[in-house]
């Protein structure tokens, strides 16, 4: 599927996921506006979707509260662009495929066959977000 987004550039034919530990049904809406998993748990100003199946599992694992992780397939309903937290300058060109947006993303169905990151894999990334929070470094949501 990666393929066919770098030769077509056609985003509309692409599946999406978003990873979360929020439980939720097929139709539901998941909006802007709830607090943010990252920095300072502000009002999220964004939403985040990706093509990857790899970056909504870190989703479904980073994501706060003591529930499973989930990954939904989503729509976007609005208009969504590069995740800046990720593609300006961690992963320049979005490899990654994470976007945002601030419209809502309709849920059209569920992964439930993914196979998270190994204990130690999660560990190391969990140790780098609390290393960038205690930095200061945080989410852009401008």
Known sequence: MDKAIET???LNSVKFYHG???NLNQGDLIEAGFNSNFGKRNKA???YLTATLDAAIWGAELSLGDGVGKIYIVEPTGHFEDDPNLTDKKFPGNPTKSYRTKSPLKIIGEVTDWHGHTPELLQ???DNIERAKNLGIEAIED
């Open 124 to 126: 190391a990334m969990k």
């Open 45 to 47: 100003k964004y939403v």
């Open 8 to 10: 077509t550039n056609d």
């Open 20 to 22: 979360t530990k929020a």
